[in-house]
């Protein structure tokens, strides 16, 4: 079964830039569309941005866009969320997931997230 993990996660100041990487378990990873979400203390999760298996991007969240970017290294079975001019409001846990798709209603694996705080 496909495993994800997430790190980089730490404390930035308002401005900053983090990259977080999400580490895939199987060399089958290229086959998934994986994407990065996020949940704020008090709030639902929302979406950020998505991945296919052949590298098109997915803007979930208007918020992000030009501030952050996805990106994947399937020969490391890995995929980044670059994170710049972060916000106090970026502070959340940011999980990757993982599913054929990312226009599915739903993703079938997750990783147990990673903390970013935007604080000063």
């Known amino acids: 079964q496909l495993q994800l993990v997430e790190s980089g996660g730490g404390l930035v100041q308002p401005g900053g830039s983090l990259r977080l990487s999400c580490a895939a378990s199987?060399?089958?990873?290229?086959?998934?569309?994986i994407g990065w979400f996020r949940q704020a203390p008090g709030k639902e999760r929302e979406g950020v941005l998505c991945?296919?298996?052949?590298?098109?991007?997915?803007d979930y969240a208007d918020s992000v866009k030009d501030r952050f970017t996805i990106s994947r290294d399937n020969a490391k079975n890995t995929v980044y969320l670059q994170m710049n001019s972060l916000k106090p409001e970026d502070t959340a846990i940011y999980y990757c997931?993982?599913?054929?798709?990312?226009?599915?209603?739903?993703?079938?694996?997750w990783g147990k997230g990673t903390l970013v705080t935007v604080s000063s």
């Open positions: 997931a993982a599913d054929l798709l990312c226009s599915g209603d739903g993703m079938n694996f």
């Open positions: 991945i296919s298996s052949s590298g098109g991007t997915t």
């Open positions: 199987e060399i089958t990873f290229d086959y998934y569309a």
